[in-house]
């Protein structure tokens, strides 16, 4: 089922997941295991995350250093189809525009076809310091947008090379809009006219990156609607669970903590920080539900335990 579907069928408030396959050689086992401690907690669908190749330097026995190229963590179509075959949860395979080439795209899209995974999310990526030499005969998409289109272009029955007799895909496209802005992004206008262009292209929803001030998001989304963006938007969160993040977040994905929280973590011996992170994340559903919204998206990466705490108190609350 596409995720507009789930979306437009609901009767309560729904939540996703958003979770990241394991390291190079580990364990499907693992996942399994963290998708069972989901369950319990009805998850609407699950995010997989997809990462490019990556450059890092590897040191020799004789001091010297050698450079080397590998993707950490492959395996998001696979995770995705045995998620929705073992747990029977729709799944959103994430499709990368960075360290991916189109022609790579369309086979990744041709196997989810033929798996018969209807949703996807069409993200730029981020630059992972490695650049895929490219032949003559291959192309690239640029930013996010130009994914949305390929994929588009597949619902329609158009490849890159002309085949006779080519089938349509249909998939749901998601993408990813920014609360805060994005970091590239000049100022919040000209964001919100890129995430515009996205969603004129074909994209059929939104997931926000991760914040933590409600206010941002409802200012968001009064400015998409201003500027003609009717698709559901969906809110993005993220607990805070130790004093690291509050360094780590803000430079990893550019977003801002709060005053009040930011205080409150740092004040606070380090056990007590999960439970801050909790109680912030349930004050800021809380905000978000009697707002209407009815849908909420957490980014959870391999560790369940505390959005499960977050759940299970929104759901005492009901």
């Not at 499907?28 to 609407?44: A, G, H, K, S, Y």
Request: glycine share 6%; hydrophobic share 40%.
């Amino acid at each position: 089922m596409k995720i507009t579907e789930l979306l437009e069928q609901a009767t309560s408030p729904q939540i996703s997941y958003e979770i990241i396959p394991p390291k190079r050689g580990g364990s499907i086992r693992d996942v399994f295991e963290l998708v069972e401690d989901l369950v319990e907690f009805d998850p609407t669908y699950i995010d997989v995350t997809s990462h490019s190749a990556q450059v890092y330097y590897e040191e020799l026995p004789d001091g010297t250093w050698r450079r080397r190229v590998n993707r950490k963590r492959p395996g998001t179509l696979g995770m995705c189809a045995a998620i929705k075959s073992h747990f029977a949860i729709e799944t959103v395979p994430h499709l990368l525009c960075k360290g991916f080439t189109r022609e790579e795209s369309e086979d990744a899209m041709i196997e989810l076809n033929y798996l018969g995974l209807q949703n996807v999310m069409a993200l730029r990526g981020d630059d992972s310091g490695y650049m895929k030499p490219i032949r003559d005969d291959r192309t690239v998409n640029e930013y996010a947008v130009d994914l949305v289109r390929q994929i588009v272009d597949m619902n329609e029955g158009r490849y890159l090379e002309d085949l006779l007799d080519a089938s349509s895909a249909d998939f749901c496209i998601g993408v990813a809009g920014y609360p805060e802005r994005h970091f590239e992004a000049p100022n919040m206008k000209r964001d919100i006219q890129y995430l515009k262009q996205k969603v004129d292209a074909g994209a059929h929803y939104v997931t926000t990156q991760m914040y933590f001030d409600n206010t941002d998001f409802f200012n968001f989304v009064e400015l998409c609607r201003e500027a003609g963006i009717t698709v559901p938007i969906i809110p993005g969160l993220k607990i805070l669970t130790n004093k690291r993040q509050l360094h780590s977040l803000p430079s990893r994905f550019f977003v801002q903590i709060p005053e009040a929280l930011a205080t409150e973590v740092e004040d606070a011996n380090d056990e007590h920080v999960v439970d801050i992170g909790i109680e912030w994340a349930v004050r800021q559903c809380e905000e978000l539900l009697n707002a209407g919204i009815n849908h909420l998206h957490f980014y959870i990466l391999l560790k369940p335990n505390v959005v499960t705490r977050v759940v299970g108190q929104l759901r005492k609350m009901a």
